[in-house]
């Protein structure tokens, strides 16, 4: 049997003789495509909305598949669905979720709710009240974290924070990453220095503090803290190593001051030189290259000097020597 396509009338079809309703019509942009009957609009030039109901497609190119009072107007920029997101940054991308914004040029949100990508190249796959402001800046989910720092990243957790105490010097802080915890910074006093490379794997109130100090980093604990170029505080609490290459491994309230110090445990020990190290309680140090600790037990020394080291320490008949 022939088509015969009898007219256009108010929207449908009459096919046959029998009515086809239109699914989709022209937009107000130019060649853009919409939904018909739904409050969609696809008012930016070759935009489409595919569905959904008042969704707004005003950039060039843009897209929206489907959800509820969504936006695309950044120039092809998409959001896939959900409701009430907006992809305002050209080619930006809002996968799905609640109320989350994406501004920055290549900007994505996977999903979530209330998430907020700023920084061109940044995104956040999930969670909520999290935002990627700093440039190629990356949040895999939690609640409540910000990477403001150039490539930095954190990977969830609570209340995480990659940025400065300026509001002008986010490009100061490059390629820090915070692994996960809550409550954990990294941060920059100054708005004239760049830092790099700094880290922290969790824990809870952990702070890496710079102004032109690169390379920290804390692996856990609590209120802990590292302020000085490659310092390192592995875990423990209320520790602090703010000497350039010094190091805290663990335990409680240990501080080291000086260069290249370290303090393996145990707890209130101070190092106030130069490559000194304590291993103990309660302990300051006195000399620069001396390791200071409160007794010492040796087993298995060597019974004769020969061949030994200079300097390797033997028992001779219950006497220690020096050889």
């Not at 396509?5 to 989709?24: A, E, F, K, Q, R």
């Not at 940054?89 to 994406?102: A, E, R, V, W, Y």
């Not at 505080?233 to 290249?260: A, H, M, R």
């Amino acid at each position: 049997m022939p088509l015969n396509v009898d007219l256009i009338n108010t929207g449908c079809l009459l096919i046959n003789g029998s009515p086809l309703t239109l699914i989709y019509e022209t937009g107000s942009g130019k060649c853009s495509t919409q939904r018909v009957g739904v409050n969609n609009d696809a008012s930016g030039d070759y935009s489409l909305v595919g569905g959904g109901y008042c969704n707004t497609s005003s950039g060039v190119g843009s897209t929206i598949s489907g959800g509820y009072c969504n936006t695309s107007s950044g120039n092809y920029s998409t959001v896939s669905g959900g409701r009430q997101n907006t992809s305002s940054g050209d080619c930006s991308f809002i996968g799905g979720g609640l109320q989350s914004t994406s501004i920055g040029c290549n900007s994505t949100i996977s999903g979530g709710y209330c998430n907020t990508s700023i920084g061109c190249n940044s995104t956040i796959s999930g969670g909520y009240y999290n935002a990627s402001s700093g440039g190629s800046s990356a949040i895999g989910g939690g609640r409540f974290n910000t990477s403001s720092g150039c490539y930095s990243f954190i990977g969830g957790g609570d209340k995480n924070s990659i940025g400065t105490f300026s509001s002008y010097n986010n490009d100061t802080i490059f390629g820090s990453t915070i692994g996960g915890g809550s409550y954990n910074t990294i941060s920059s006093y100054s708005a004239y220095y760049v830092s790099y490379g700094n880290t922290i794997a969790g824990g809870t109130y952990n702070t890496t503090v710079s102004s032109y100090y690169n390379g920290q980093t804390i692996g856990g604990g609590l209120n802990n803290i590292t302020s000085n170029d490659y310092s390192t505080v592995s875990g423990g609490f209320l520790n602090t190593s703010s000497g350039d290459g010094s190091t805290v491994g663990g335990g409680y309230c240990n501080t080291t001051i000086n260069c290249y110090s370290a303090i393996l445990g145990g707890r209130c020990n101070t190092t106030l030189h130069d490559c000194s190290f304590i291993i103990g309680n309660g302990i300051t140090s006195t000399a620069v290259n001396t390791v200071h600790m409160p007794c010492i037990h040796l087993s298995s020394l060597p019974t004769s000097s020969a061949g030994l080291a200079p300097g390797t320490v033997w028992n001779n008949l219950g006497v220690l020597n020096i050889a």
